[in-house]
């Protein structure tokens, strides 16, 4: 097993609150974290249908079973033993009594905060981190064009599956099994189309008529899709920062795949020849710099808020992150070899944001680092040095 690098930040969750909930895609290591990091704990899979039948029909008497450390795997097929899990933590409130996990983020977190707010905790576990596989396995990051192809799923990594073919089932068993679940979606076929488009917009802006037009959906509905794939944790929409200067900047969000390996997937590549000459192999590599620093993010590793700035002159800035005085902004290149024009886009911004900006960095696609006229040239393998 790799170590996942959210275990302390888990630990210290369970250490505040009664309950914890850890959310974040299907297959993206749950379980294996739970068991891994509570090992002396009792563990219960809801997906098996006897055991939430009997959790349905009578909660009582099935939590009764369990006063305390206990995991409660996929507990979205049970979201009713939540407001049971309320009562027993309110008369015993011990921290890390209840471990929860669950993938469908909307639903659930809407139940979960209404049953135990303030009484639950929560973490998000996205796939692998580079970081996580520098440590450990770092020759799965020799080829970056690879890298991205394969995606950080911790199946096609621990068990060496054909990513390919995984990625072909996860994509059938989201579409019918989450996303009738989580939105009444009757047209899975023209849902399938619209997350095949969202793949070819990863690190672009959002354009919900374009989207609407060629899905043959309202405007609303796409709205809507968005929303379903944000709560099933395939994509996160990155908001414009515009907080602190005066200019004019674009309001529209930027969408984000949170998988560069689903993403190329949905994209029709399918061997790493085609990715290496693929127009949008510079948007999957910001893809995945982006992946990283909200993993970074979720793991509790850096309490930074990310965004991306662009006015309307076309001066961009790829991210910004934010935490309280740290203001950072990142320019991500995928190329392999250094030019100095790649710091265009950050010395423009440096002059324009001025004081505010604390740091400014570029990630490209090399494996040395160094600092180029102020700037910081970190190796899309070393995020670390953030």
């Not at 509905?221 to 099933?232: D, G």
């Not at 909200?294 to 793991?299: G, R, V």
Request: proline share 5%.
């Amino acid at each position: 097993m790799i170590p996942r690098a959210c275990e302390p930040y888990l630990r210290k969750i369970a250490s505040q609150f009664p309950v914890v909930l850890i959310t974040g895609p299907r297959q993206s290591g749950k379980t294996t974290l739970a068991r891994h990091a509570f090992s002396d704990y009792g563990y219960v899979n809801l997906e098996n249908l006897d055991t939430a039948d009997r959790a349905r029909e009578d909660p009582r008497g099935f939590l009764a079973q369990y006063h305390s450390t206990v995991i409660f795997d996929e507990i979205q097929r049970t979201p009713s033993l939540l407001s049971y899990l309320q009562q027993i933590v309110d008369e015993h409130p011990l921290p890390g009594s209840f471990i929860l996990t669950g993938s469908q983020q909307f639903n659930l977190m809407q139940t979960a905060t209404q049953s135990l707010a303030g009484r639950i905790g929560r973490l998000e576990l996205l796939p692998f981190s580079v970081t996580e596989l520098q440590e450990h396995s770092p020759s799965l990051l020799e080829n970056t064009t690879a890298s991205l192809r394969r995606g950080w799923y911790p199946p096609i990594i621990d068990r060496d599956l054909d990513a390919d073919l995984w990625y072909e089932n996860y994509i059938a068993t989201y579409l019918e099994r989450d996303v009738r679940q989580i939105e009444n979606i009757r047209d899975l076929l023209a849902f399938r189309r619209f997350l095949s488009l969202c793949a070819g917009r990863t690190a672009q802006l959002v354009n919900l008529s374009e989207l609407a037009g060629e899905c043959g959906v309202s405007h609303n509905t796409i709205k809507a899709w968005l929303s379903v794939l944000e709560a099933s944790y395939l994509i996160k929409l990155v908001q414009p920062y515009h907080r602190n200067f005066s200019k004019r900047v674009v309001k529209t969000p930027k969408l984000y795949f949170i998988d560069t390996g689903l993403a190329a997937r949905l994209l029709g590549i399918r061997t790493d020849d085609q990715l290496e000459h693929h127009p949008l192999r510079g948007a999957l590599f910001e893809t995945c710099v982006f992946g990283e620093l909200l993993k970074a993010k979720t793991n509790g590793l850096a309490p930074w808020e990310i965004y991306f700035w662009r006015d309307h002159s076309g001066t961009e800035v790829d991210f910004i992150l934010e935490s309280g005085r740290t203001f950072i902004a990142i320019e991500a290149k995928s190329s392999a070899t250094f030019h100095p024009d790649f710091t265009t886009s950050l010395s423009k911004f440096t002059a324009f944001a001025g004081s505010d900006l604390t740091h400014s960095v570029l990630v490209y696609g090399g494996s040395e680092a160094f600092t180029f006229k102020g700037v910081s040239i970190v190796p899309w393998t070393r995020l670390d040095l953030l």
